[in-house]
């Protein structure tokens, strides 16, 4: 038996609403953002024992953030932006200095970041109360927050499944009601695909768009930052929050941020004419769900319907996608990862007076990291060794460079491609534990994006009939053309109705 938790079973009114429109009511002060911001705060008292989305919630910075909006609309002066006093839960890899930052690992418990990611003073700066710091896949390895030091989220949908991984703690408080708005990040497919197996919104943005200053890095040329909710259009207004050019982020480019709001307020006509959307043709494949699969055939008719012209596009180096990620990925973690040795950060284990410093670096190593990261760093460790470099790395990037090849010669084809976010819905905890490939193999149609640095977005697409649980549907956007996410996206939802 499992309670239901998801949002609109249960909870006050102020948790059922988008965040747009509780901005508007904070506006017209119909509603306090300290009414709103406890009433999110009440209920992750009330379901987060059963979900654990969270891992550390931040009630008194939560209200005295929520107090100063409502003090300077009191006194009359004019919102610091569209999601003023809206409040929001942050993924545990954003560094905040009156919260700890965990990153999900036990080498970090309790580790009070000197200063906050530009992300996180973004928000601060849009007058968002951040509620807590959610839960993750440590380091954001993984796809279920299994590989959390602190143990799993479960999905509102069904507590025995996962929530999806690794940013489910911020997809599971969405779904459940505990926060309109959340973070996350995406290495390959850390957003879109708990968004897929929790009915909500991601979007992981274009490489290079969202400051990635103060993100706790797992593989520095595939992560990104990027905006969760449960609509579109709030998708949208905390996209326009986050994104733009940071001096402190060498990979940050200098160029205007897409207008996604304007794109995701278009896109609610629901009108498709005009629109060409791809349909990869590796992506239709056997060993997906039925119930998977007859969704997304709907969602292209309905598309269809909506006025969309469907083609069909050819990628055929997105079958290496998953080789080429799995080197390159844990070649850049064993590299960003030599930090933690238990002399800078976090945990320090074995330090007796008696031990050399590389005997503490080793057994704070070993007992700060879970079996997942070590399994990585020990992999690209190997993978970039002498003799092995060429053979593995180099061609790892030279895949990479084929998949970037693939989506712009498909993008002279269609403005847009689809597929479905993940092969299955949400699958039951513990269920891949002990089976790292078809782990990694659940992400399938999400690494590509990452490995060409472009753009894409999970959106709900209706309940697969065979098991009942949420199905996502992934948009795919060249480079910088996030907004047309927003406007297939948002056409698509009203689509749907
Ligand atoms: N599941 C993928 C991995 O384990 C992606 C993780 C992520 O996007 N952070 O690497």
């Known amino acids: 038996m499992t309670t239901d938790l998801r949002y609109t079973a249960s909870g006050d009114e102020l948790t059922r609403l988008t965040a747009a429109e509780l901005a508007g009511k904070i506006r017209s002060r119909e509603v306090t953002s300290v009414e709103v911001t406890r009433a999110h705060l009440d209920r992750i008292n009330a379901v987060d024992g059963d979900i654990h989305?969270?891992?550390h919630v931040g009630e008194e910075a939560a209200l005295a953030a929520a107090a100063e909006v409502d003090?300077?609309?009191?006194?009359?002066e004019k919102p610091v932006s569209a999601l003023a006093g809206v409040p929001l839960a942050l993924k545990d890899v954003f560094t905040t200095t009156d919260a700890p930052t965990t990153c999900g690992s036990k080498m970090l418990e309790g580790y009070m970041s000197p200063y906050d990611a530009t992300v996180t003073g973004r928000i601060r700066a849009a007058g968002i109360p951040i509620l807590g710091k959610t839960n993750m896949d440590e380091f954001a390895m993984g796809s279920s927050t299994e590989n959390s030091a602190y143990g799993p989220t479960r999905n509102p949908?069904?507590?025995?499944?996962?929530?999806?991984?690794?940013?489910?703690?911020?997809?599971?408080?969405?779904?459940?009601?505990?926060?309109?708005?959340?973070?996350?990040?995406?290495?390959?497919?850390?957003?879109?695909?708990?968004?897929?197996?929790?009915d909500t919104v991601g979007v992981k943005p274009t490489y290079g768009t969202v400051s990635r200053y103060g993100l706790v890095a797992c593989a520095s040329s595939l992560d990104q930052g990027g905006p969760t909710a449960r609509t579109v259009l709030d998708t949208a207004l905390l996209h326009e929050v986050i994104a733009g050019h940071d001096p402190f982020d060498a990979t940050s480019v200098n160029r205007p941020v897409a207008d996604v709001v304007g794109a995701a307020r278009a896109g609610a006509s629901g009108d498709l004419s005009g629109v060409k959307i791809g349909l990869v043709k590796q992506f239709d494949r056997e060993g997906f769900q039925t119930g998977v699969l007859d969704s997304f055939h709907?969602?292209?008719?309905?598309?269809?319907?909506?006025?969309a012209e469907i083609v069909e596009v050819d990628c055929p180096h997105f079958d290496e996608a998953l080789g080429a990620y799995y080197l390159i990925l844990p070649c850049e973690v064993s590299s960003n990862l030599a930090r933690f040795d238990g002399m800078r950060y976090g945990l320090r284990?074995?330090?007796?007076?008696?031990?050399?410093?590389?005997?503490v670096m080793s057994l704070s190593r070993a007992a700060g990291f879970g079996p997942e990261v070590k399994r990585r760093i020990l992999l690209g460790t190997y993978a970039l060794s002498v003799g092995y470099y060429d053979a593995y790395y180099l061609q790892a990037q030279r895949v990479r460079s084929l998949i970037a090849r693939d989506f712009t010669r498909a993008y002279e084809r269609c403005d847009?491609?689809?597929?479905?976010?993940?092969?299955?819905?949400a699958f039951k905890l513990g269920e891949k534990v002990s089976d790292p490939m078809a782990m990694y193999n659940f992400d399938l149609c999400t690494l590509p994006l990452n490995?060409?640095?472009?753009?894409?977005?999970?959106?709900?697409?209706?309940?697969?009939?065979?098991?009942?649980?949420?199905?996502?549907?992934?948009?795919?956007?060249?480079?910088?053309?996030?907004?047309?996410?927003?406007?297939?996206?948002?056409?698509f939802e009203a689509g749907r109705g």
Do not use: H
């Not at 069904?158 to 408080?173: I, V």
């Not at 779904?175 to 968004?195: K, V």
């Not at 009939?465 to 949420?470: H, K, S």
């Open 71 to 76: 003090r300077a609309l009191d006194a009359g």
């Open 157 to 198: 949908w069904d507590l025995e499944r996962t929530a999806g991984g690794s940013g489910g703690g911020s997809a599971a408080a969405l779904a459940s009601g505990e926060a309109p708005l959340a973070i996350g990040t995406d290495t390959g497919g850390s957003i879109r695909q708990p968004a897929a197996l929790t």
């Open 451 to 491: 490995l060409a640095g472009v753009c894409g977005m999970s959106l709900p697409s209706g309940l697969a009939a065979d098991t009942g649980l949420p199905v996502g549907l992934q948009i795919m956007a060249p480079a910088f053309a996030d907004d047309r996410l927003y406007r297939v996206g948002a056409a």
């Open 349 to 359: 284990e074995g330090d007796d007076g008696q031990r050399s410093a590389e005997e």
């Open 53 to 55: 989305a969270f891992l």
């Open 416 to 425: 847009v491609m689809i597929s479905p976010t993940t092969p299955t819905t």
């Open 298 to 307: 709907a969602a292209v008719e309905q598309l269809k319907s909506q006025g």
